[in-house]
Nanobody, 119 residues
Framework: QVQLVESGGGLVQAGGSLRLSCAASGSIFSIGGMGWYRRPPGQQRELVATITRGGSPTYADSVKGRFTISRDNGKNTVYLQMNTLKSEDTAVYYC?????????????WGQGTQVTVSS
């Protein structure tokens, strides 16, 4: 059974930093793209950042220049370094990964971790 376990969320003051981690485990042949999404209170889930297996990142305009996505393929882990946090960044953050078992690829989601930025 494949699962993604997130950690690193919490309460931080505006201007501060947090680093989120998401580790995949289970029956994994390979992991393709990985990403971070977030759901602000009362809003729909939105894409924050993605990263290819080779390490090429993309970012939402709202976080570009402040957040950095990275991954460690040896640890099956994706990270999100969040700097200069704003109150608007308050949300539940979810990890996503495209995980292949032999030839079939399937998207998986983490359970979500709360990030709260005080203004």
């Amino acid at each position: 059974q494949v699962q993604l376990v997130e950690s690193g969320g919490g309460l931080v003051q505006a201007g501060g930093s947090l680093r989120l981690s998401c580790a995949a485990s289970g029956s994994i042949f390979s992991i393709g793209g990985m990403g971070w999404y977030r759901r602000p209170p009362g809003q729909q889930r939105e894409l924050v950042a993605t990263i290819t297996r080779g390490g090429s990142p993309t970012y939402a305009d709202s976080v570009k220049g402040r957040f950095t996505i990275s991954r460690d393929n040896g640890k099956n882990t994706v990270y999100l370094q969040m700097n200069t946090l704003k109150s608007e960044d308050t949300a539940v953050y979810y990890c996503n990964a495209d995980i292949a078992s032999r030839y079939v690829s399937q998207g998986y989601w983490g359970q979500g971790t709360q990030v709260t930025v005080s203004s």
